[in-house]
């Protein structure tokens, strides 16, 4: 079977010399406009295929995202509930080990850092970051008609698929 391509320039190469009779200029083969008819349903079949096609991609991967979605909701609620309960627990042993078979609660002593002023931070232990672009500060800027040196407005055609 032909690729749409292929069907493309099938169609493309063919001109009607005389009223019923096609040449394939690429060729020299003679197509009698039932053929062309034929290359144009195909490609019609292809195109049709395609967007669906992609239609279902797009239909998969929304349903694959809110899939996804839903399950980070339902970890990051375990995680949560899992630290609310250590904290409760922590709160309630205050230092004491307890051991069954089926767990162990012991304790480890850790050390954090907390900044108790960032200002008065030396600069040796502050991270810079370089700046950011705000695309969409920049792309309201130049739809209000200023000049955004560095930038512009480019109108793209993008296919839509219903």
Do not use: H
């Not at 230092?95 to 030396?122: C, Q, Y």
Request: aromatic letters at 4%; proline letters at 3%; one cysteine or more.
């Amino acid at each position: 079977m032909a690729s749409l391509y292929e069907i493309n320039q099938s169609i493309l190469n063919c001109v009607e010399v005389e009223p019923g009779t096609t040449v394939n200029m690429e060729t020299g083969e003679v197509i009698d406009l039932e053929k062309l008819s034929l290359l144009k349903m195909e490609r019609s079949e292809k195109i049709r295929n395609i967007a669906l096609w992609i239609k279902n991609l797009k239909a998969d991967a929304k349903a694959l995202k809110e899939e996804k979605e839903g399950f980070y909701k339902r970890q990051k609620a375990a995680e949560n509930k899992a630290a609310q309960l250590e904290s409760y627990l922590a709160n309630v042993l205050d230092g004491e080990k307890v051991k069954e078979t089926e767990f162990a609660i012991g304790w480890r002593k850790s050390k954090a850092v907390t900044i108790t002023d960032e200002k008065k931070l030396p600069e040796i232990f502050l991270i810079a970051q370089p700046p950011k672009v705000d695309k969409t500060a920049i792309g309201k800027a130049l739809k209000d008609g200023e000049d955004v040196p560095g930038a512009e407005l480019i109108e793209n055609m993008n296919i839509q698929i219903k």
